[in-house]
C-alpha cells in the first residue's frame, strides 16, 4: 500500500508539471495549430486547447481526491500508530548494547518506520508545491494577445488555482514535510514522559 500511494501521489505531481508547461505554452501550442490549419481561428483554438488543460486539470484534482477518499483514514491510523512505534522501540533501543544484533535490528526496524512515513509526507508535500505552481504558470503564459473572454476565464481559473491540491490523511492532517517532522517530535515527546516515569 506504501509504494502504491506513493506512486499515485508522485503521478499527481508529474501531471500537474505536464499541464504546467500546457499552460505556459498553450498560445505558443495555439498560433501553430492556426499556422498548420489556417482556416481555424486563433481564439477558437486557444479556447480548445485552454478547455484540454482544464480537463486535464480536473482529472488531476479528481485522483487526489480518490486516493484521499480510499486511503485517507488508513494513512491516518498509519500515522498514530507509526508515531507510537516509534515512541516504544526508541524506549527499547537505549537499554540495549549498540554492538548487540538486536540493536542492529531495531534500528532497522526504526528506519523503516521512518521511510514509510516520510514517503507519504514527501509526495504529498511535493503535490502541494506543484498545485501551488499552476497559478503562476498560468500568469506566466502569453495572455495579452488573447481575447478578452479568453482573458476573464483565465481569471477564474487562476482564482481556483490559489487553492492547491493537499493530500491529506483522514481530511484531518496534511501530507507534509512538517506533519513528519510533527509526528517525529511527538514521538520524541512521548518518549521522554516514558524515560521520566520509568
Known sequence: MDAFI????NQCKTQLIILRMNFESLPERAADVVKSE???????VLMKL??????HYEKITETCKMLQDIFGTAILIQFGIGGWILCMAAY?????SMLSTEFASMTLFISCILTEL???????????DESNRVSESIYSMEW???GLSFQRSLVLVMERAKRPLRP????VIPLSLDTFVKIIKSSYTFYAVLRQTK
Open 92 to 96: 527499547k533501543i537505549v537499554s540495549l
Open 144 to 146: 495579452r494577445r488573447a
Open 38 to 44: 489556417s482556416s481555424l481561428s486563433y481564439d477558437a
Open 168 to 171: 491529506a490523511a483522514g481530511l
Open 118 to 128: 516520510f514517503l507519504y509526507c514527501y509526495y504529498g508535500n511535493e503535490v502541494t
Open 50 to 55: 485552454f478547455r484540454e488543460c482544464l480537463a
Open 6 to 9: 506513493a506512486t499515485v501521489l
